[in-house]
């Protein structure tokens, strides 16, 4: 700071009233040291009124700000002094810019959380709750709503009753964003230490009345707030009080109502318990598989190994063959890809639900027909979990009805595709066997070295190195490299880089022993390729190569082929010859 202990802020002013964006944003986001460099009594006196009186900028610069400030209880003296950041962050909390408050509100519930046994502390953001909640304006009361769980745990039994009552004005406020933004705390509000009664005489009325809302996107939010609200009640009071909404929001007249059920139908079964689900939620679930909106099919499909475990083992597996299987039969054959893709990613996880005998009769068929989808994304989700339908069937089963789909990826117009099933691979070779790659996946791996897609062909390589920390040195010795090595006289160029990138990513997996008496010699040879590219590629990969063999081989044949490189005609050749000599110096 020099002399003039004002630098600092001075700086920071003439930076905040800048007019480049860019140049207040970095301003903000370097607050903390301005702090640090005044120290707590200045931050307090001076930094955060100032910080205060200048909230009016783009939303970018507000959303940093308001992130910063939940970061500065060190900086203004501890949690003791906290109560100086509300003022600040209480104007944020009314900025038009949703995720502005969102952000404000974020950093007050840092800041409460720290509060802990400060009542007089505490006491400010109570009063802050107080006026964000009979605020003029939609945007204060609906920020309240995310305070009042933070505050609530703080609060003597008074100070609760009376935010029991503010949160019941903003359940029922005029606005459909307050709404909206209380039905969505609801639950974690009936969760912060409510009493059961209260929750019983309050808060399940509210949840009730939200979930009758006129405007669906308040609906939906009741419907993610019935989990928070079911867990504070009795088996019995769950039946009677949530159990009858939740039902009747299965099969809303919205959509967006009924996909929520589906989203979070695991949670809703947790909440409710076994015996509540055994009697009353396997008649909502079930209908929501049939649904006519894509959209609730594709998430009641994600949901369907979640429902099944979650099912009391008395009627498990009654309950998945007669209702759950004929329903994932017809969803195998959904008009939507992205129903039976959201299938395909989790159909496997009822093998083990089902059993071995099962699975065969039931599961396998269906498998093999996402096996030949049309659509790329299902077929690779189903290959993505094999590993769970391989513990339950067995290698035999599994490898006769995966290879054909394998080839036909493998050998997709699209490169993405291709792309994707080379990185299963690995999980397939280490499900299928050493015996059965060797025989029928070994050269679909080498075809994809002479892609002509070059993030295939370095793919593949990458695919080489992991296949060789699966299967061992002795299997990369006889299997793989012999067949990479041979593509280091081929015609094209292509492979011939090739052949330096699989060495390369081999290199740290293989032992001294393939390196030395297998690898360096081809690419010691490579040194004189007509081709620039593969002579300064051959540079690179002299330099990887030498921290496996030994210094004498290093001496006599690596360090002699890069001076030689040195003095290539192509100026590329010789920067990386000379690099990799300077590596060995070292």
């Not at 100032?50 to 308001?66: C, K, M, N, R, Y």
């Not at 459909?176 to 933004?181: F, G, S």
């Not at 099912?311 to 129903?339: F, G, I, W, Y």
């Amino acid at each position: 700071m020099g002399d003039d202990s004002l630098y600092p802020v001075a700086v920071l002013i003439d930076e905040l009233k800048n007019e480049d964006v860019t140049q207040r944003l970095n301003s903000i986001k370097r607050l903390s040291t301005i702090a640090e460099a005044l120290g707590k009594d200045r931050t307090r006196g001076e930094l955060v009124p100032f910080l205060t009186d200048s909230i009016d900028d783009e939303d970018e610069v507000l959303l940093a700000l308001a992130e910063e400030l939940g970061k500065f209880v060190p900086f203004v003296g501890g949690a003791e002094h906290a109560h100086v950041l509300v003022k600040p962050l209480e104007v944020l909390t009314t900025m038009e810019e949703n995720v502005v408050r969102e952000k404000a509100v974020e950093s007050l519930r840092g800041i409460i959380g720290q509060l802990t046994e400060m009542p007089k502390q505490v006491q400010a953001f109570i009063d802050l709750v107080r006026r964000l909640s009979t605020g003029d304006w939609f945007t204060t009361r609906t920020s309240a709503c995310g305070l009042f769980a933070a505050v609530f745990v703080h609060a003597d039994a008074k100070t609760k009753a009376e935010l029991i009552q503010l949160f019941s004005a903003l359940c029922q406020d005029d606005t459909p964003m307050v709404r909206r933004a209380a039905a969505g705390k609801l639950g974690e509000f009936a969760s912060c230490g409510v009493a059961a009664a209260d929750v019983q005489a309050h808060l399940v009325p509210l949840f009730q009345r939200l979930a009758q809302d006129e405007q669906d996107s308040v609906r939906l939010l009741a419907v993610e707030s019935s989990v928070g609200v079911a867990k504070q009640l009795s088996e019995a009071d769950r039946k009677k009080l949530v159990v009858p909404t939740v039902k009747a929001c299965a099969s809303d007249a919205s959509w967006r109502v009924r996909y929520m059920v589906a989203d979070k139908f695991a949670d809703i079964q947790q909440a409710m318990g076994q015996e509540l689900t055994k009697a009353e939620l396997i008649g909502a679930y079930i209908p929501l598989l049939k649904d006519q909106e894509a959209e609730v099919r594709t998430a009641a499909s994600f949901k369907v190994p979640d429902f099944c475990v979650n099912l009391h083992e008395s009627v498990q597996r009654d309950t998945v063959l007669k209702l759950v299987m004929p329903c994932v039969n017809d969803l195998v054959a959904d008009e939507s890809q992205h129903v039976r893709a959201a299938l395909a990613s989790v159909i496997m996880a009822l093998a083990p639900v089902l059993g071995k005998e099962s699975t065969i009769e039931h599961l396998l068929p269906l498998f093999l027909r996402l096996l030949k989808d049309e659509f790329p994304e299902v077929r690779l989700n189903i290959i993505s979990k094999l590993d769970k339908v391989n513990q339950v069937i067995g290698i035999d089963l599994l490898s006769q009805s995966l290879l054909p789909a394998i080839v036909e990826l493998a050998e997709d117009r699209q490169w993405r595709v291709r792309l994707a099933i080379i990185e299963y691979i690995p999980l397939l070779a280490e499900q299928l066997g050493v015996d059965f790659f060797d025989e029928k996946l070994s050269n679909l791996c080498m075809t994809w070295l002479g892609d002509c897609v070059f993030s295939i062909r370095e793919a593949a390589t990458l695919n080489l190195r992991r296949l060789t920390e699966n299967f061992g040195d002795d299997w990369a010795r006889n299997s793989i490299i012999p067949k990479v090595l041979s593509m280091c006289r081929h015609p094209n160029y292509l492979y011939r880089m090739t052949t330096l990138f699989a060495v390369s990513a081999l290199t740290d997996v293989a032992s001294p022993d393939v390196v030395g008496t297998l690898m360096l010699p081809c690419v010691l040879q490579m040194a004189e390729d007509t081709v620039p590219n593969v002579r300064f590629n051959v540079a690179k990969v002299l330099g990887s190569i030498s921290a496996k063999v030994d210094g004498g081989v290093v001496k006599a044949q690596i360090v002699p082929v890069l001076n030689s490189l040195t003095k290539d005609a192509d100026g590329d050749v010789k920067f990386y010859a000379a690099e990799s000599l300077a590596v060995l110096a070292k």
